[in-house]
């Protein structure tokens, strides 16, 4: 069965870095788009960023632009979302979900993992 893992958030201060992972099991990891999707405090499901299954496109959405970089590696089975100059704004728990921006909500996602920026 399809099994996704995120890893790596933590606390960090604005302005810091996190990576994100994410390791996929239980279906053709190479043959699928993944995207990062993020839920902050009280609100809904946010798409964040999807990348291709070669991971040589992507796309973002426009406040993370220029600061998240999202970015696979087929040999690992694992999705990645670098995040630098971090904001309060994007504090949120943020999940890898199997498939494109398409299946948002009704693609297989992990369990998520928390990101929280302090000022």
């Known amino acids: 069965q399809v099994q996704l893992v995120e890893s790596g958030g933590g606390l960090v201060q604005s302005g810091g870095s996190l990576r994100l992972s994410c390791a996929a099991s239980g279906f053709a990891f190479s043959s699928t788009a993944m995207t990062w999707a993020r839920q902050a405090p009280g609100k809904g499901l946010e798409w964040v960023s999807t990348i291709n299954n070669v991971g040589d496109s992507s796309a973002s959405r426009y406040s993370v632009k220029g600061r998240f970089t999202i970015s696979r590696d087929n040999t690992k089975n694992t999705l990645y979302l670098q995040m630098n100059d971090l904001k309060l704004e994007d504090t949120a728990v943020y999940y890898c979900?199997?498939?494109?921006?398409?299946?948002?909500?009704?693609?297989?996602r992990g369990q998520g993992t928390r990101v929280t920026v302090s000022s």
């Open positions: 979900i199997k498939g494109d921006s398409s299946m948002l909500s009704s693609g297989s």
